[in-house]
């Protein structure tokens, strides 16, 4: 069982910048393959950014160039650099893990096994 906390959500202004940070409660943080997710009010959970066991990040096209992705497995931790933050970018945030190479399905929901409880992200205009 793998228990991930997430941090670092808040409000901010359009333009502005934040970094989520996910903690994993696991000793072999470095065999999990994890994503970033979101979710808006009355949308579906989205993937949005996912990264590999050798470090090898994936972006979908609305935040590639924007947010990055890093892992640092010495410290059991998952990390979200966004920036250029817009309106449309706010929602709940998640970090998942799962033991199953990515490959075609880093966004897929259905692909982790575990998940974090949220972090919240207000971009105001």
């Known amino acids: 069982q793998v228990q991930l906390v997430e941090s670092g959500g808040g409000s901010v202004q359009s333009g502005g910048s934040l970094t989520l940070a996910c903690v994993a409660s696991?000793?072999?943080?470095?065999?999990?393959?994890m994503g970033w997710f979101r979710q808006a009010p009355g949308k579906e959970r989205e993937g949005i950014a996912a990264?590999?066991?050798?470090?090898?990040?994936k972006y979908i096209d609305s935040v590639k160039g924007r947010f990055t992705i890093s892992r640092d497995n010495a410290k059991n931790s998952l990390y979200l650099q966004m920036n250029s933050l817009k309106p449309e970018d706010t929602a709940t945030y998640y970090c998942?893990?799962?033991?199953?190479?990515?490959?075609?399905?880093?966004?897929?929901?259905?692909?982790?096994?575990?998940w974090g409880q949220g972090t919240q992200v207000t971009v105001s205009s």
């Open positions: 990264i590999d066991i050798d470090g090898t990040p």
């Open positions: 998942a893990a799962t033991g199953i190479r990515l490959q075609d399905e880093a966004f897929n929901v259905l692909w982790y096994n575990y």
């Open positions: 696991t000793q072999t943080y470095s065999k999990y393959y």
